[in-house]
């Protein structure tokens, strides 16, 4: 099991290491190469994609350690300036988003016993409907 974790630390390392050579954002190319490694069949990773794509460790280190770290990252680099100018755009996405998940939520009660959401929890129940 530690192996894995080396293995899979090796490889992060040296997309980091690519991404810092061609002056491109690290996260990005994570994601990428997660995503090829995750698709493509590659036949020494096999025991690993399916260590890594357990429930407990895919929370702990993804979810947890992974995630929260990319995205404090990109917060840190964040141009004030930057964030100004596509207020607009953010704040758009934001409300569409929300009233999507409203709608979502409003018509899976009405429409069905079960709302779309995987999440287990009906915040949007309605008498009668659930």
Same mark, same amino acid.
């Not at 990428?32 to 698709?39: A, D, T």
């Not at 018509?107 to 009906?122: R, W």
């Given at each position: %099991?530690?192996?894995?974790?080396?293995?899979?630390?090796?490889i992060a390392?040296?997309?980091?290491?690519?991404?810092e050579k %061609?002056?491109q954002?690290?996260?990005t190319?994570?994601?990428i190469v997660g995503? $090829?490694i995750?698709i493509?069949?590659?036949p020494?990773?096999?025991d690993?994609?399916s260590?890594?794509?357990t429930?407990?460790?895919f929370?702990?280190?993804?979810?947890l350690i992974?995630?929260?770290?990319?995205l404090?990252d990109?917060? $840190?680099?964040?141009?004030? %300036?930057e $964030?100004?100018r &596509?207020?607009?755009?953010?704040?758009l996405t934001f409300?569409c988003? #929300?009233i999507l998940?409203v709608? #979502?939520?409003?018509?899976?009660?009405?429409?069905?016993?079960e709302?779309? &959401?995987t999440?287990g929890? #009906?915040l949007?129940?309605?008498?009668?409907c659930?």
């Amino acid at each position: %099991m530690i192996t894995y974790w080396i293995i899979l630390l090796a490889i992060a390392v040296g997309i980091v290491f690519i991404a810092e050579k %061609m002056k491109q954002p690290y996260p990005t190319f994570l994601v990428i190469v997660g995503l $090829l490694i995750g698709i493509l069949p590659i036949p020494g990773l096999s025991d690993i994609k399916s260590y890594a794509a357990t429930d407990t460790v895919f929370q702990t280190t993804v979810i947890l350690i992974f995630l929260s770290a990319l995205l404090g990252d990109a917060a $840190l680099k964040l141009p004030i %300036m930057e $964030l100004n100018r &596509s207020k607009k755009p953010i704040l758009l996405t934001f409300i569409c988003r #929300n009233i999507l998940d409203v709608f #979502n939520r409003f018509f899976s009660n009405v429409l069905f016993t079960e709302p779309f &959401s995987t999440t287990g929890t #009906n915040l949007w129940s309605i008498d009668g409907c659930h």
